[in-house]
């Protein structure tokens, strides 16, 4: 039954990948939010929903044109109020066009922004 459910949502999931207009090639998929994109020789991330563009992959991370929300571990959790709730802290990143989430990361709150990949040569 198990193995029934995850074929249909692989399924599924390759259908909302193909019912996607994207603007050139897919060269990667970056999870299900993002892939890299070659058009007219140019590398990029584009948002796999909407097609947005979120800059050449020399940005090397999509979630540095992001939208960025911080939320407390608390929001997240309600049990992580017994940790260190005030040490850590949630960071969303969305597609500033249509919303999708394409990250999270829980971080310390002083750290910097976490990438997720670093894209050199294709
Ligand atoms: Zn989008």
């Known amino acids: 039954m198990r193995k029934k459910q995850a074929k249909k949502q692989a399924a599924n ?3 909302l990948i193909a019912e996607v207009e ?3 090639q897919i060269i990667i998929p970056v999870g299900d939010a993002v892939a890299v994109v070659r058009q007219n020789n140019r590398l990029f991330f584009e948002c796999t929903r909407c097609s ?5 992959i ?3 991370d999509p979630k540095m044109n992001a939208i960025m929300r911080e939320k407390s571990i608390s929001e ?3 049990w992580n109020k017994y940790g260190k709730a005030d040490q850590f802290v949630v960071r ?3 597609c500033p066009k249509c919303g999708i989430m394409i990250s999270a990361n829980m971080q310390k709150k002083d750290e910097p922004l976490m990438m997720d990949m670093e894209l ?3």
Do not use: F, H, R
């Not at 947005?52 to 050449?56: E, H, I, K, L, T």
């Open 13 to 15: 999931k390759i259908q």
């Open 22 to 24: 994207m603007t050139g």
């Open 52 to 56: 947005n563009d979120y800059g050449d």
């Open 58 to 60: 020399s940005i090397g």
């Open 76 to 78: 997240v959790n309600p």
């Open 92 to 94: 969303e990143y969305y």
């Open 120 to 122: 050199s040569k294709l």
